[in-house]
């Protein structure tokens, strides 16, 4: 795989296995011999490591697998969550929703365990605002990620997050 401008310019040669991401910052995740590194426009590579997988990159962090376990580092490759989790899913708010076998929690962009992954289900909604479903009781979370500030409720949540009392109200 390459990448070919818009104008029919070669951006990158077209000698990679995959081409999994593209920053804004001229930043391209792409295959070579099994494993995903971090190359710039001129095909230089932005670090020497090598990743299983990268899932996502941004202006900053990159949520990167090694081992069969996701972390977060910074684009020139100073770890910032550790490599322990299962997935991790950006919440564009500098907060991560991670995944330890089938229980989900919530960790910072510095690595700091805000939830442990002890939840059913969390879903981002906005503005650092989180819905965590622990079985059939939901809560509504601001990002202070304090108990007393939990909206909780009985109910389901629609696959659109669409929210409903068990009466489908």
């Known amino acids: 795989y390459g990448i070919i401008g818009f104008d029919k310019s070669k951006i ?27 190359i710039n426009k001129s095909e230089e590579k932005i670090t020497n490591k090598e990743y299983d997988d990268i899932a996502e990159i941004n202006k900053e962090q990159i949520v990167v697998a090694k081992n069969g376990k996701y972390g977060v580092e910074t684009l020139s490759g100073d770890r910032k969550v550790k490599f322990e989790y299962d997935e991790l899913v950006s919440t564009n708010d500098k907060y991560y929703i991670a995944k330890k076998g089938d229980k989900y929690g919530i960790v910072t962009s510095e690595g700091e365990e805000k939830l442990p992954c002890e939840r059913t289900k969390i879903t981002y909604v906005s503005s650092g605002n989180f819905v965590i479903a622990d079985d059939t009781i939901y809560s509504w979370v601001k990002r202070n990620f304090h108990p007393a500030t939990w909206l909780l409720w009985q109910g389901i949540i629609s696959k659109d997050l669409g929210l409903c009392d068990p009466a489908g109200r």
């Not at 920053?23 to 391209?28: F, L, Q, R, V």
Request: aromatic share 12%.
């Open 12 to 38: 990158l040669d077209t000698k990679y296995e995959e081409i999994k991401g593209i920053s804004g910052e001229n930043i391209y995740a792409v295959k070579e011999n099994g494993k995903y590194v971090l």
